[in-house]
């Protein structure tokens, strides 16, 4: 519905959409601040930044979101906000999986999964800090620390393949553009020094029984 003020304006009074709850997935609402609750864990976020009003309806089972006398800037955000919480729903149920490649022309890239930290001399768990050698032959070793509830391991049947997992889908890609980057090449023709760790495959985990 829309209220007409003066000849050309018009401001949307009531903006609202639903989103439906995956089976086996759980959400809470409080605050603006949503809980996710599934299989493989549990994700919050919260939307305190946006006007709007969230709850849950139908038993639990559907999500209603509603922006009051919206400006064309606050509408847009209806349907971040639904993506996000869909993906949230999708990484709690499934979750999400990046592949990344090493492209190298001459040295080859060498990686491995540390299990005691560098900096602290403390032990941590396989997969959570990947280190990176004898990129374009330097000798500096690059280091990167997965995001919370991000593993990384190599891919058993594809040559120089890592596979990066975890539930939050923000937290997954961020960690692969983080290790993308700490591979980029520095005053060199980009053209014809191809060298670096590049995603090749993302998205959703699929397992056999989705196949």
Known sequence: SSLLTGDKMVKIINCQKLIDVFPKVKVQISARKVKVTGPRGTLTKSFKHIDCDLRTVAKGRKILLEIWFASSQA???????????????????????YKMRFAHAHFPIKVNFPTEDPKTGKK?????????RNFLGELIVRRVYMR????????????????????????????????????????????????????????????????
């Open 75 to 97: 509408k847009s955000c209806v349907n971040t906000i639904c993506s996000t919480i869909n993906n949230m729903m999708v990484g709690v149920t499934q979750g999400y999986q």
């Open 148 to 211: 919370p509830g991000v593993e990384c391991k190599r891919t058993e049947d594809v040559k120089d393949e890592i596979t990066l997992q975890g539930n939050d889908l923000n937290f997954v890609s961020q960690t692969a553009a983080d290790i993308h980057q700490s591979c980029l090449v520095r005053r060199k023709d980009i053209r014809k020094f191809l060298d670096g760790v590049y995603v090749s495959e993302s998205g959703p985990i699929v397992t056999e029984e989705d196949a």
């Open 124 to 132: 941590i768990k396989e997969g959570s800090l990947i280190e990176i």
